[in-house]
């Protein structure tokens, strides 16, 4: 258990709709990353957050969008859902740079 | 960033070493190497990490090489266990990973 909560698990929802993904990092991680892995893909960075302010972005779409709370938990929304956005969501926690990262077991998004 | 490459599958007999190699030619000398294995879909998996030494961890053991322009992960005595896919990743200036890459597919056999 890498002590990162991510749910739900699995989310079916259809094209043009918005979800909402939660992440609790470990406790006392202050920054939380979160990955895109499409089938058979890599993982792709999306956005990170240190103690509630956005320090990096990777390949996010516009119609996504990121934050995290002063408990240090973190949401991602994504709107106007289209088929491709199905995917594994990974979010991930880390004390500080230059260290390992933890990551939560995903949520499974299947776009209809 | 400095960009790894891995071959994209390999097999190890059981109980055999697995070692699997990774290029990152491009790698600056302050940036860390890293490697994380993902089981199934499951989150990905820290297994160890280096700058210029070799380490060994109960998990595994990492070997850089003086130029670091390479490095190779070893799996001592591979279980079925073991079988998923390894990322070599090369941390960025910001100090974090940024795209994991496709990885190796390791398949141990019985």
């Known amino acids: 258990d890498s002590g990162v909560t991510q749910t739900p698990k699995h989310l079916i929802t259809a094209t043009g709709q918005r979800v909402t993904l939660r992440c609790s990092p470990r406790?006392?991680?202050?920054?939380v990353y979160w990955y895109q892995q499409s089938l058979d893909q890599g993982l792709q960075f999306l956005i990170h957050y240190y103690n509630g302010e956005e320090r990096a972005k990777g390949n996010i779409l516009e119609r996504f969008s990121a934050q995290q709370f002063p408990d240090l938990h973190s949401e991602l929304n994504l709107s106007s859902l289209e088929l491709g956005d199905s995917a594994l969501y990974f979010c991930?926690?880390?004390?500080?740079?230059?260290?390992?990262?933890?990551f939560g077991n995903g949520t499974r998004l299947t776009v209809t | 960033d400095a960009k790894t490459t891995q071959p994209p599958s390999m097999d190890c007999a059981e109980g055999r070493a697995a070692n699997l190699p990774c290029n990152h030619s491009t790698i600056s000398g302050n940036e860390y190497v890293y490697w994380y294995r993902q089981i199934h879909s499951q989150g990905p998996q820290y297994i160890i990490h280096?700058?210029?030494n070799n380490e060994t961890n109960e998990m595994a053991s990492l070997i850089i090489t003086e130029d670091r322009k390479s490095s190779t992960l070893i799996l001592p005595h591979a279980t079925l266990r073991d079988t998923a896919v390894y990322y070599c990743i090369v941390y960025s200036n910001s100090g974090y990973a940024l795209n994991f890459g496709k990885g190796t597919s390791l398949l141990v056999t019985p």
């Open positions: 280096g700058l210029k």
């Open positions: 406790s006392g991680d202050l920054s």
């Open positions: 991930a926690s880390s004390v500080g740079r230059d260290v390992p990262l933890h």
